[in-house]
């Protein structure tokens, strides 16, 4: 095991611990842990689906936890869920091939490097072709499909935040930052140039200066361009100036501190030369901030020619389709006027709904008259059905009548209702 490795294995150890939780994992003599640290056999069929699917989401799960998209072998089957004493699942190899399989699991081998040529990119993919898929060997890094296009997202929500054109251009470095590692960024940048959601572009041959380009509406990325080329330079360039100007700013702190501090011990003479030391960085900070927000303004620039542009062909675009369907800018301008009446209209209505106070109708005698106002349009709707009004009943008491009066009395009022034939 690495040093690396090594230092990393308490962090491994607690992502699977907040996984999987307290219980089964902290008992290697128990039936649960026991049962899922064994080998698959036979066939595929034969094979229990619920510990299967327990240890793809586990791994999945782990890998999200520790930020990773991408990982080597090794470090899952025999680093991740290690247990004491070296105890290992005797499954995993097994469950890789099978994410492997169903696509959730792609080696970084199999994947064309987009920094490589036409040709070689071509020759690559003939020669894949050709060759059977070989298993999965523990010096391979597994890159998990699912987790890389999580972080494109979040890269391109990220960006969208900060940017109002619809393509990004970024350094290199920039890009790495997103990821964990050169390593695991190489990978994801395979993978996503591979399906055209991202494309590598590369400026100068001698001392090259390397970019990806995002797209923040559309799924895929468009070509590269020359002024993606410009705008990576700039982009750059910008950021070099303002690292550097984090460097000034940190060494203008420092001098006045120490100024400060030998003025204080009585020491003029170092605390004076500390103060000049400390001016001409402000000097040069001043300079480097000048053609840092020049540089910025370059960059806007170029991004507002983007978009007149943008805007522009979708003005040609719009002419076109008015000329294909003869239709003219009167008649355009008399629909929008139309739409315009109709929406202040509506909003007259709204208005005037808004102001009309809503009445009450719990009064029992809005209720009877509603009724009787129904009743008499049937009537007249219906004129050869004759309803007579029964005679007031009494009101039974059931201390007083019994249950036969009772059912003499509904019979007698039952018999007064005639009905006339229709």
């Known amino acids: 095991m690495s040093s ?102 792609l080696l970084k081998s199999e994947l064309i490097d987009p920094a490589a040529g036409s040709l070689y990119q071509i020759l690559w993919r003939v020669s894949q072709m050709a060759i059977s898929k070989r298993p999965i060997a523990q010096e391979d890094i597994l890159m998990f499909r699912s987790l890389v296009e999580e972080r494109f997202e979040d890269i391109v929500r990220q960006l969208s935040g900060s940017h109002w054109t619809l393509t990004c251009v ?70 070099r100036l303002q690292q550097q100007l984090d460097v000034l700013d940190r060494r203008w702190e420092i001098s006045r501190r120490r100024a400060l501090m030998y003025f204080k011990a009585g020491n003029k003479k170092a605390a004076s030369r500390y103060v000049r030391q400390s001016k001409l960085v402000s000097e040069s900070r001043n300079k480097c901030t000048t053609l840092l927000e020049r540089v910025e303004e370059v960059i806007s620039l170029v991004s507002a020619a983007e978009s007149t542009k943008q805007v522009h062909e979708a003005i040609q675009i719009g002419i076109k389709a008015m000329k294909e369907h003869d239709v003219s800018i009167e008649d355009i301008n008399t629909h929008l006027k139309e739409v315009d009446d109709l929406v202040a209209a509506q909003r007259e209505i709204d208005a005037a709904l808004e102001l009309v106070p809503l009445q009450s109708l719990a ?60």
């Open 363 to 422: 009064g029992e005698e809005d209720i009877e008259e509603q009724f009787r106002n129904l009743e008499a349009e049937l009537l007249d709707k219906i004129p050869d059905v004759h309803v007579e009004e029964p005679e007031p009943e009494p009101v039974l008491h059931a201390t007083e009548d019994s249950p036969d009066e009772t059912a003499e009395s509904l019979s007698d009022n039952l018999s007064k209702i005639k009905l006339g034939a229709i």
């Open 170 to 239: 970024v350094t290199i470095s920039k890009f790495n930052s997103f990821f964990v590692g050169r390593e695991e960024a190489h990978a994801a940048l395979c993978y996503l140039s591979q399906l055209g959601k991202t494309r590598y572009l590369v400026v100068r041959k001698e001392d090259p200066l390397e970019g990806v380009k995002f797209p923040l509406v559309s799924a895929q990325a468009p070509a590269v361009s020359k002024l993606d080329c410009d705008t990576l330079h700039l982009v750059w360039a910008e950021e």
């Open 4 to 105: 690396g490795e090594g230092d990393g294995l308490e962090r491994w150890e607690a992502a699977v611990r907040a996984e999987v939780g307290a219980g089964w994992w902290d008992d290697p003599d128990g039936a649960d842990l026991r049962a899922r640290f064994k080998a698959f056999t036979g066939q595929r069929c034969d094979w229990p689906e619920p510990k299967l699917l327990f240890w793809k989401d586990l791994i999945l799960r782990v890998a999200r936890r520790l930020r990773l998209c991408s990982a080597p072998a090794h470090l899952v089957t025999s680093i991740w869920f290690a247990r004491p004493g070296g105890v290992t699942p005797l499954c995993l190899p097994q469950v890789l091939e099978e994410m492997r399989a169903d696509g959730e699991i």
